[in-house]
């Protein structure tokens, strides 16, 4: 049995929130109604496009004071990602990213400079009482929504006690089972649309695929992405899947696996636990690791 939610508009994207339990059209209707006012206000407190939200206030004023537990958490896995990539993975693009014009009014014209991308070991500070960021400007695009769908996996199983259940946040995935058996799901080719290059399934696992032909734009004679390459190594690859625990650790690694090697993507994944899946540039193969 499947029941579908209404979709939600959200992040940019569109939700897919599907029980494989038994549940009532009134149970559905009073699930939905809270994932809705969930998801709204995740995305009014950490967008960087909203001007109200936490994250511009932080990267305007420079300061946020008596965080929540969560706004600690979200930026503390932040920094622990840009650890364990070794710098590869950082948040503080967020001034890159508007000088490409990928900004809150998305004009998408960028301007001419020349910025170096802090380190947020040393120009973010977290503390119970007090958040301070001293350079750079904060972007959480690289795992924010796979941080929200993790947090809505435990709300779907400790508030609504569902267990069987997939979320599809524009591609970035949870999927339980359903009723016990394994979920497939396509792989969706990166540079030509509507094509399918393979499936996999998910039992109880993140899922989320990136590529740097999804976002992008042309401003005079120049092509920009949403893609910071941090290390400003050559990208040799079209496109990333990642399978883990969870879907931050998915999103992350998946942008990370396309400004690296493919050698360190597998030493990352052996390391850090998480399945890969990747298309090489200029070669239509899948290349994955034994866990896959």
Do not use: C
């Amino acid at each position: 049995m499947s029941n579908l939610l209404p979709e939600i508009k959200a992040l940019g994207t569109i939700w897919w929130i599907e029980i494989f339990s038994e549940i009532s059209d009134k149970d559905k209707q009073v699930v939905y109604d809270d994932l809705l006012v969930f998801i709204s206000e995740f995305e009014n407190k950490y967008s960087r496009f909203r001007q109200d939200s936490l994250i511009t206030k932080l990267n305007d004023t420079r300061k946020i004071e008596n965080p929540d537990h969560i706004t600690i958490d979200l930026l503390q896995t932040g920094i622990n990602l840009y650890k364990q990539t070794e710098g590869l993975f950082n948040i503080l693009i967020g001034e890159i990213l508007e000088n490409r014009g990928y900004d809150a009014n998305y004009s998408f014209l960028p301007k001419e400079a020349n910025l170096i991308i802090p380190n947020p070991t040393e120009e973010l500070s977290i503390s119970q009482n007090l958040i301070t960021l001293s350079k750079g400007r904060i972007d959480l695009g690289g795992f924010g929504k796979g941080y929200l769908i993790d947090l809505i996996v435990k709300r779907l199983k400790d508030n609504f006690n569902l267990e069987y259940f997939l979320i599809n946040g524009g591609g970035d995935i949870y999927a339980t089972s359903d009723n016990g058996k394994p979920i497939e799901i396509y792989l969706e080719h990166p540079i030509e649309k509507d094509t399918f290059i393979g499936t996999t399934t998910l039992f109880n696992q993140g899922f989320a695929a990136s590529s740097p032909h999804k976002r992008k734009w042309k401003a005079g004679d120049k092509i920009f992405s949403h893609i910071v390459n941090t290390k400003e190594e050559p990208i040799s690859i079209d496109g990333t899947f990642v399978k883990a625990d969870t879907v931050a650790k998915a999103d992350a690694f998946a942008t990370v696996s396309l400004i690296t090697t493919p050698e360190k993507i597998i030493n990352f994944a052996n390391k850090y636990n998480f399945s890969v899946a990747f298309i090489k540039s200029n070669d239509t193969s899948l290349f994955y690791n034994k866990n896959w």
